[in-house]
């Protein structure tokens, strides 16, 4: 699942970059960047910030930890049933975010080369299952290296085709180009930012990367890398959605309807490349999206496997089960969840409705829980619980019009005309939830660990739980996750011998 903690500092910069840097990120980029201009393409600076903050604050924790999916500490401290019930919405998210990233890869094939999507979406998934199948971790990390340069160079070699085509007129967008932030849409501007940048870190593809390096320097600088090399990849793709939206699509090849309907604004990318660029040009820039498509989808199915297998199917079903029935189990994980991406890209037809959704719940949900569970000393599955539902229910009743949801509470600048929450919902419902995290996990605390109340009122075990964190944190942290191994038994031991050799005792060997 880990690849044994063999990363070094290239193999994860490239992994990391090729995570972030998927179809959605560079197809999204490019329609922004043709349709809204600068300004609203928050996707490229966001997601980077967000890295950031990730590779200085919680990649350096995770790693010290030796913890096996991100769901670890969570199911460590809170116990297994409230560790996997955080799972379901960053289940979900995955799922659809597959189904995504394969869809857009259909489309982009279908107007390119003039092939059903429904093949391409196929075959593409099938070669990731496979090759995440035989070699796990370290064969989607490597070939990774292989499909981020192929997105670079397929990216970067179409720019000066497509802005120097008979068909650009860039005069026509150079007071356009930059875009605009409308007024009285600021709350919402910072509020979309701030789901950009905070709920980009509660991603497990991302720590199944930062767990597996070699150590926490490493994690936290691979990551600040990468997080700097995926910006300069956007600066291609939105070179490329700035040629589209000064092209004049009556005088190319293009024969679909016009103006460009909002339904087909989202393949401004392989527009470009099909009717601007040469055809071998055309050919090597679809490579370069298929590679982008495929370095997510092999993640994505990838991290779903591994937190099925660890934190479902060991943690609460088989605790006992060998390192071979996990193996296959993960195995088998990996193409279930490829075999539901694929179903989720072929025949949804509001997939991006619902990825926008999941997004905004790893955001309003997740980041608080994460962050609570790692820095916040007495947080509790009573404050967890609590967050949690403060969270979904503030969430929910804003409302969301591209899911179909009504609003049933409208903030201060509700805009009835188009039934949009102008006032930042996201950010507020996050905090909400945090805030109820902190204090009711503080009063738990006070009334079950302190001993205010009576112990037969704590359903949820927080006495035990704390009590068991503590003499945990007595023992070498390898021993905390990790299966124990030959070399580190030994370690353990003597620093167990060293650390009673005051009371003049033994302990008996720790592989008896």
């Not at 880990?2 to 290239?10: D, E, I, K, Q, Y």
Request: aromatic residues 12%; contains cysteine; hydrophobic residues 50%.
């Amino acid at each position: 699942m880990l690849a044994n903690r063999s990363f070094g500092l290239v193999i994860a910069c490239f992994t990391l970059t090729a995570t972030m840097v998927c179809g959605g990120f560079i197809n999204g980029t490019a329609e922004y960047a043709a349709w809204y201009g600068l300004l609203q393409t928050q996707l490229p600076l966001g997601s980077c910030i967000g890295f950031l903050i990730s590779g200085l604050v919680y990649a350096p924790k995770m790693r010290r930890e030796r913890y096996v999916t991100m769901f670890d500490p969570f199911q460590y401290k809170y116990g297994r049933k409230m560790g996997a019930l955080l799972i379901i919405p960053h289940m979900f998210s995955d799922l659809f975010w597959s189904g995504s990233v394969l869809a857009a890869l259909g489309g982009t094939v279908s107007i390119i080369a003039d092939i059903d999507p429904t093949i391409s979406i196929i075959v593409s998934a099938l070669v990731s299952v496979v090759y995440t199948f035989l070699g796990g971790l370290i064969a989607v990390a490597y070939t990774d290296v292989i499909q981020i340069l192929m997105v670079a160079f397929g990216l970067v070699l179409a720019c000066p085709y497509a802005m120097s085509s008979d068909h650009v007129n860039l005069t026509s967008v150079s007071s356009t180009w930059i875009g605009e932030v409308p007024a009285g849409t600021e709350w919402m501007y910072a509020d979309v930012l701030c789901l950009l940048v905070f709920g980009g870190i509660t991603w497990q593809s991302f720590y199944q990367r930062i767990l597996a390096c070699k150590s926490p320097r490493v994690a936290m600088l691979s990551t600040s890398f990468a997080a700097v090399f995926s910006f300069l990849f956007s600066v291609p793709a939105f070179v490329l959605g700035v040629a589209g939206s000064a092209a004049d699509w009556n005088s190319t090849a293009y024969d679909g309807p016009l103006p460009i309907p909002d339904d087909r604004k989202s393949y401004m990318l392989p527009m470009v490349l099909s009717f601007l660029v040469p055809l071998p040009v055309s050919i090597i820039g679809l490579c370069a999206i298929a590679g982008a498509v495929m370095s997510s989808a092999d993640s994505i199915f990838l991290s779903s496997a591994t937190i099925f297998t660890k934190n479902i199917y060991q943690d609460i079903f088989r605790p006992q089960a060998s390192s071979k029935e996990m193996l296959w189990m993960f195995r088998f994980f990996i193409v279930f969840f490829g075999v539901l991406g694929t179903l989720v890209a072929i025949f949804s037809t509001t997939i991006y409705g619902l990825f926008v959704l999941c997004c905004d719940l790893m955001y309003v949900v997740l980041f608080p829980q994460l962050t609570c569970v790692l820095w916040l000393p007495w947080s509790n599955t009573y404050g967890s619980l609590a967050g949690l539902a403060v969270s979904l229910l503030l969430r929910f009743l804003c409302g969301d019009p591209m899911l179909g949801i009504p609003s049933v509470i409208k903030f201060p600048m509700y805009d009835h005309d188009t039934e949009t929450q102008l006032f930042p919902f996201r950010t507020f419902s996050m905090l909400a939830g945090l805030g109820c995290q902190v204090m009711i996990s503080g009063v738990a605390h006070v009334l079950f660990v302190l001993g205010y109340a009576s112990v037969r009122f704590d359903i949820f075990n927080c006495r035990q739980q704390r009590s068991h964190q503590i003499q945990t944190k007595l023992l070498p942290v390898e021993l905390r996750v990790d299966e124990p191994q030959e070399g580190m038994l030994g370690e353990t031991q003597a620093f167990l011998d060293d650390a009673i050799k005051a009371c003049g005792k033994s302990l008996p060997p720790l592989n008896e």
